[in-house]
């Protein structure tokens, strides 16, 4: 995982000053965690405008539990684990379309200028290059939620498919299956961005 | 060598270092063009998802979440100075009942109730030396510590996200 909240002793160790009331090392630990929270957040709950009211919610909750967190797991799993819980429960009870693709993935895909068509100079090469990532962000955003969940906390939070199963709920074999089809879909849809450079 | 061209699953595996190939794979990986291109495409998409700028909220949610927590403490302390007016009002009622009943009763009450009537105000001036002490030294701490810096939920089925 690229935040190292990582050992079970720095868990420990953070753990122990926040039951003392010590506020800062809860700050901490927020400012730690808070890419992977935001990455299951924003993947899960298309709603912007419930992003923040969501997290703030989580890390409250996770304050109030942390004296039953037994260290059976990461520190960073097990908050993970709450914020999955949370986003679904939000989901379930504000029954959410979370299957609608954000308007700006729309406009994207349906722009008549494609990267092949550039030139390339070193200016429009890092243009290029912008554009990409911005692709492949708004492509990551429009997958079914889970399967951009799933390819967030894999390739980018560098999570083990036992901790993403952990985190999920769902037994291992299904993650696995989960990840096979969203990276093939994936691939399908930013085929059309890199099939001229290969 | 179309025919053994390497699966998707393989492709990914491979990528992710899930797999080794067997002799007759790589083989295959090594003369194969098609295979190499798709190795090559699944690199450059795991590596470009890697560099993806990281997730973050617009606001400052460590600060929110402090500034929640700490009006979360102070109320909790609010509530326990009322707790504590509460039971000092309770004593205030019996003393002021036991002193009724010692006044209106007193031949029946006998020296019992003399001496209560005459126990009860330092009784409570000790509790009240006692609590009103402890409760705003924990309130200071508390207000010190707060300004001085900035459970799982049930598992559920998720077969709705997909």
Redo the contacts between chains.
Sequence with gaps: M?QEAGSILTDQIIVKRVLD????A??LL??KT??LV??II?R?VRD?SD??DL??DI???V???LK?FRFGSKLST?IG??AY??C??Y??KKKRD?LRAPESFDVMMHSPETVSDRSESDQEKQMIREE??EA??LE?EAL????G?L??LY??E?LSCAEIAEI???PEGTVKS?L?RA??M??EK??VY?KDG? | MKNLHWS??EL?QYVTGEMTPDDLQEYHLQHCQHCR?MV???G???S????????????D??G???D???AGSVSHIKARIWEGAFLALICVAAGVLIWFVGSTFASLAGVFTSAVRDMWLPAMLGILAWTVPQMYTEYKK?LE??T?????????H?G???
Excluded: C
């Excluded at chain 1, 009331?21 to 800062?24: Q, W």
């Excluded at chain 1, 079914?144 to 399967?147: A, G, H, K, N, S």
């Excluded at chain 2, 470009?48 to 606001?59: K, Q, S």
């Design positions: 690229k009331g010590d506020t800062r809860y700050a927020i400012k808070e890419g935001a990455g924003l899960l912007k992003h923040s997290a703030q890390y409250i909750k304050y109030r539990n039953n097990w684990q709450i819980n949370s679904y429960n989901l379930d979370v990409l990532t492949l962000r990551i079914p939620p889970l399967y969940l390819i967030t390739h980018y560098e999920t709920g769902m989960y096979f990276r093939k994936l691939k930013m085929w890199y290969i | 998707e699953e990914q291109a090559g495409y699944y450059m998409l795991f470009e998802i890697r560099n993806l700028p990281g997730d973050t909220f617009e606001e949610i460590s929110l979440v402090m929640r927590i700490a508390k510590m707060m001085s810096d900035a459970a799982p939920a049930t598992r559920l998720h709705g996200l997909i």
